[in-house]
């Protein structure tokens, strides 16, 4: 039972076979990396710079955005519906700018 292994019987990255993704897929993909990053920046925020959520909520819209003129009608964000999410993100951004300009924290450079 020790024998070699057929080719068809190896398990890895390599064997899975995934199609290739559309435009719309790409930017959702995208999207869904800075949604994570951001999400951890704002449970993190006593730790991280405010300017960092303000960044990564902004380009989260923009990139949720473009899948959305893309045809993106559904994402694996816990929020589901790009619209939403692109809403959550800019209500986000917006909080985080009063923050920091209304309030006059002071942005860690």
Known sequence: MTGPVSPAAQV???SYVRPPRT????????????CRMGTVGLI?????PAIFVLVVAI??????AKSI????????CFLRR??????TWAAIAAADLVW???????VPW
Do not use: D, M, N, Q
């Open 69 to 76: 003129t893309l045809g993106v009608s559904w994402s694996k």
């Open 100 to 106: 920091l300009v209304v309030l006059h924290e002071r």
């Open 12 to 14: 890895g990255p390599a």
């Open 44 to 48: 993190a925020w006593a730790l991280s």
């Open 59 to 64: 380009v989260a819209v923009v990139l949720y």
């Open 82 to 87: 790009p619209t939403l999410i692109v809403g």
């Open 23 to 34: 435009p719309a897929e790409k930017y959702e993909h995208l999207a869904f990396t800075f």
